[in-house]
């Protein structure tokens, strides 16, 4: 009986270290992103729609390098709808429409904090 107990208390244990761990390697791998599409957002509501493309450019390297690991450990319909907001943020930023590229920007930003 005790070696059960003390078995139990190890794996959960073991689950906490790897649950703390897996949220702050969430933590680091996303707000790189989520800065680079609040610069981006800021670029365009400046009136610079070159410079918000390039940090929206950036961000979204980022976004897919890490994309695999967050598919992996999260729930996928914020995932689908950020990879929505890239596909639509592209158009808008060919469009030079820059409200809408910025909004779109910030919206990003939050789903991914």
């Known amino acids: 009986m005790e070696k059960r107990w003390i078995g139990g208390v190890l794996v959960l244990a ?5 649950g703390l761990w897996i949220s ?6 996303h707000m790189p992103v989520a800065y680079e599409l609040e610069q981006a957002a800021q670029a365009a509501l400046r009136g610079d729609m070159t410079d918000g493309k390039t940090w929206m450019h950036q961000a979204e390297n ?5 994309r695999w690991l967050t598919a992996a450990v ?6 689908e709808e950020i990879d929505s907001i890239f596909a639509q943020l592209k ?3 060919a469009a030079d429409d820059r409200a ?9 930003a939050s789903l991914i904090k």
């Open 74 to 79: 999260a729930d996928p319909s914020p995932i």
């Open 24 to 29: 702050g390697g969430m933590e680091r791998l």
């Open 91 to 93: 158009s808008y930023g």
């Open 62 to 66: 980022r976004w897919l390098q890490g």
């Open 14 to 18: 073991l689950l906490l270290i790897l």
């Open 100 to 108: 809408a590229f910025a909004a779109w920007c910030s919206r990003a």
